[in-house]
């Protein structure tokens, strides 16, 4: 690295082109393709001019430690390492990331004050991280005061952490054990919030539902398995229009999802430009007919699951939806492989998962992230 170092110095890395000479903004491009910790302990050592650029801000925005340190290596004792290093990007950095650790990783004390140095962090992401105690909440909230996109999973309550991040515009909550006490607070004390998906929380009933009566700023709604929710709770939040900014739609795995439901949908959010119904199985062709007819701005639609469709709307939706480039049919076993076929002979940019698509192309899509809409931390900024 030494002998590299110098020869980068002098201009003699090639025979041809005096490397050093290359703008920086070319450097940087180069450099954002390398992990965290290529940059910090390779990048930086081969020459001042790379040690200045290692700590570029284009470079330290965002910070996924899983990335960093993979299921393997040990994450405390990688952290106490790179502690120094981590100090000087500690200013710069918005968007801190951890997830999916191994089983037996404790999120020390000695270890998570470190990252508490990060003053100016936006987004903030513990998803289906089991480690994530009423204590580390607590943390959270007294050393993040900026935070605007949250990503928890696997805690049970929320409701001290969201009193304080009145800020908090993008909220993601997961996990069996989260209460419906949790989700309706979290609702009812952000009013800023516009992005809200509540994955696997099957305690949830109707109190939740009626806690998001008057989110005017709402613009994507993710509701999955919200399985002792009402039919009336439901119709009661579209029919009244309390969300009418809505542009990003999913509500899954219910039974209380009724033609009635999607014919209030369809009055009460004008503005609809992607519908995920998956697994919803008392909606039927009449209610999917009269969605395609109304809601002229849809880009995406998913139905997948929903067995009573036979699909006579397949011939006409291109027609009534000019927009639309994703829908999804997968397990409709009553819509046949013909109406299919002949929709995408009409409309060949359309991308359609049906009952022949893969299952690993189905599991592409089950991030409502890549359905609905590709949420970054530019939506923040």
């Not at 008392?282 to 699951?305: A, N, Y």
């Amino acid at each position: 690295m030494a002998d590299f170092a110098s020869d980068c110095s002098s201009g003699e890395c090639g025979s041809d082109v005096d490397w050093m000479k290359l703008p920086s903004e070319l450097w940087l491009e180069i450099f954002s393709y390398l992990s965290p910790v290529t940059i910090l302990n390779v990048v930086s050592f081969v020459c001042r001019k790379f040690k200045s650029l290692s700590f570029h801000l284009s470079l330290w925005t965002e910070m996924d430690v899983t990335k960093w340190v993979g299921p393997i290596i040990n994450l405390d004792s990688f952290i106490e390492n790179l502690s120094s290093m981590i100090y000087r990007v500690s200013e710069q950095l918005r968007s801190l990331s951890f997830c999916q650790f191994t089983g037996n990783f404790v999120f020390g004390s000695d270890k998570r004050w470190l990252f508490y140095n990060f003053s100016n962090i936006v987004h903030l992401e513990f998803p289906e991280c089991d480690y994530v105690t009423a204590q580390i909440l607590e943390e959270i909230r007294q050393n993040f005061t900026k935070i605007e996109a949250l990503i928890l999973g696997g805690c049970r309550s929320i409701v001290n952490l969201v009193s304080k991040q009145t800020k908090i515009e993008f909220l993601v909550l997961s996990g069996r054990n989260l209460t419906n006490y949790s989700v309706t607070e979290a609702c009812l004390r952000l009013a800023n919030l516009k992005i809200y998906y509540i994955y696997d929380c099957k305690s949830l009933t109707d109190r939740s539902i009626y806690a998001l009566c008057g989110k005017v700023n709402l613009e994507c709604l993710y509701l999955q398995r919200a399985t002792k929710v009402s039919p009336q709770a439901f119709h009661h939040l579209f029919q009244e229009k309390h969300l009418m900014n809505l542009t990003a739609l999913s509500i899954c795995f219910t039974d209380a999802v009724l033609d009635e439901t999607v014919d209030a949908i369809i009055s009460g959010c004008p503005h609809l430009e992607s519908i995920d119904l998956n697994f919803c199985s008392k909606v039927t062709d009449k209610s999917i007919d009269k969605l395609m007819k109304s809601c002229r701005k849809v880009e995406v639609v998913c139905l997948h699951g929903l067995t009573n469709l036979e699909g006579d709307w397949v011939a006409e939706i291109d027609h009534y939806l000019p927009k639309l480039h994703c829908l999804g049919l997968a397990c409709c076993t009553g819509i046949s492989k013909d109406k299919v076929k002949h929709l995408l002979l009409r409309k060949p940019d359309l991308t359609v998962f049906c009952n022949s698509t893969p299952i690993d192309e189905l599991e592409k899509i089950r991030d409502i992230s890549r359905v609905l809409r590709n949420i970054t931390l530019a939506d923040f900024e």
